[in-house]
């Protein structure tokens, strides 16, 4: 098999070769008639008389996949990244010039054909071609054609070369663009505006993670990558607008893998004069009818796994989903009450196999543990609501410490502390303080 280097060499030599013919290397435009999709679509099921007695010219194009020849008779194979279409080309079908092309073509090569449809006697659906139109050059060979692309890094680094070779990458991109505008349809019907907040913040907030952090040089201030829109949001909702979502990218600074992306797409929508069980419901009917959009269902496949999203939900608390799946693996009854225990729950850890978190009490002690014990488990139908317990609770020691100045902030810090959820216990502390300085500005004298 020739070396890489051997395969650049040979494509640069065809390439000048079309150059002393007078080829234009870099042709501005195509005029075709037809997508090879729109082909396939319209007439790839009609039978070979039919075929015949229309004579149904087209021009179109796309990249050589396959380039095959018996004799007089030699085959290309067409792509416009969604559909296939074989070539026939024939010496005597064509001008002489779009032959000699012909030969210098290589695998990955752009190009336009023109000629007219019809079925191989292997019933294959082809265009017998009249006219052959060179159009880009491919310098850099494909993947191999029978093992594809197997390795995931660059699967993942060169995105247009596992969209070139492997078909099903395209569908996934098509499956996330509907999802997409499925979700905004969903939004907009109920009146939500989808607003755009700052990607550059002088606070990382609205979350926990680490920040990227950049430099604005004209205002000579330190600015960070936003990790969520949540503040912004929520003062949209205090500026008067009841219902508002964004759709948008997010970046934290911390891990990567296939499924951890520092850069990723967050969906945050709000909604005045709500609870979370109206949002909760609400969710469920977005999520069954994005499925339906996108799928034509509302059950899911992915890999060996069948997900519904069919409403209503199961719901239960994050304690109850540990403690739920922790029995399942230990074949033995867990209680909440070992949840709650420090100790307890780091034993609990060690007997799952997850390595316990430092200086984590409370609910944040559960953090490990549920991520492990979930993690690929269930049908992806689950609300849980441990944060919306914890949060809830730190915001109702913080109303309570408003009415009750015995109370020291100590005390309420400690309670806080207990209950976790770290992002959430410093939000509401800063909010604290706050209204401590105001209220101490409005005393008299």
Known sequence: MPQEHELLAQRRANMEALAQLGVDLYPHEFDRTDTVHGLVTAHGERAKEDLEATRIETKTCGRILAIRSFGKANFLVLSDGRARIQVYIRQDSMPGLDFQVFKLLDLGDFVGVSGHLFRTKTNEFTIWASGLTFLAKCLLPLPEKWHGLQDIEIRYRQRYLDLIVTPGTRRVFEARSRTLAAIRDFLDARGYLEVETPMMQQVAGGALARPFVTHHNALDMRLYLRIAPELYLKRLLV???????????????????????????????????????????????????????????????????????????????????????????????????ELRDVGSARALSGQLGVEPARRRVGQGALRPVGRRTRAGHGSGQDHGRGVRDAVGSVARAADVRLRLPDRGLASLQAEAGRLGHGGAVRAVRRRLRARQRLQRTERPG
């Open 239 to 337: 500026g008067g607008m009841e219902r508002v979502y964004e759709i948008n990218r997010n970046f934290r600074n911390e891990g990567i893998s296939t499924q951890h992306n520092p850069e990723f797409t967050m969906l945050e929508f709000y909604q005045a004069y709500s609870n979370y069980l109206e949002l909760m419901d609400m969710t469920e009917l977005m999520l069954s009818e994005v499925a339906r959009k996108v799928t034509g269902g509302e059950d899911v496949t992915y890999g060996e796994t069948t997900i519904s999203f069919k409403a209503p939900f199961r719901r239960l608390s994050m304690r109850g989903a540990v403690c739920e799946e922790a029995a399942r693996r230990l074949g033995r009854e867990v209680t909440e009450a």
